[in-house]
């Protein structure tokens, strides 16, 4: 009975951490970009500023390359091919972000 009672234990706080991790908002700083044009130099990902293709997902290519798709495009929509830092929070299958809050890059 203890040994159930441990284990149940254990259980329902690895649920709560889990749970906790999922709620977690990271800041993010990188261009918003169509996914069409995503450009891809040594594995080192970049927004072609004259591409006008807008048959692509909205995604953040952060300054370090990566490149993820926004779950919520609505938020961004004004801010396309421009740097911004972005409050997100990733989707629970790792693959998108929601966009909490954004603003500017270089706005004060």
């Known amino acids: 009975m203890k040994r ?31 996914s069409a044009c995503v450009t ?11 591409c006008t293709n807008k048959s692509g997902d909205a995604v953040l290519v952060q300054d370090n390359g990566k490149v993820t798709k926004i779950s919520n495009p609505d938020v961004v929509k004004g801010y396309m091919g421009q740097k911004v830092k972005a409050k997100c929070k990733m989707n629970k299958d790792g693959e998108a972000m929601e966009v909490l809050d954004i603003a500017l890059a270089n706005a004060g």
């Open 4 to 34: 159930s009672a441990a284990l149940f234990t254990i259980l329902l706080f690895s649920l709560a951490l889990l749970s906790a991790q999922e709620q977690q908002s990271m800041d993010m700083t990188g261009t918003v970009c169509n």
């Open 40 to 50: 891809q130099s040594a594995g080192h990902a970049t927004c072609d500023a004259n």
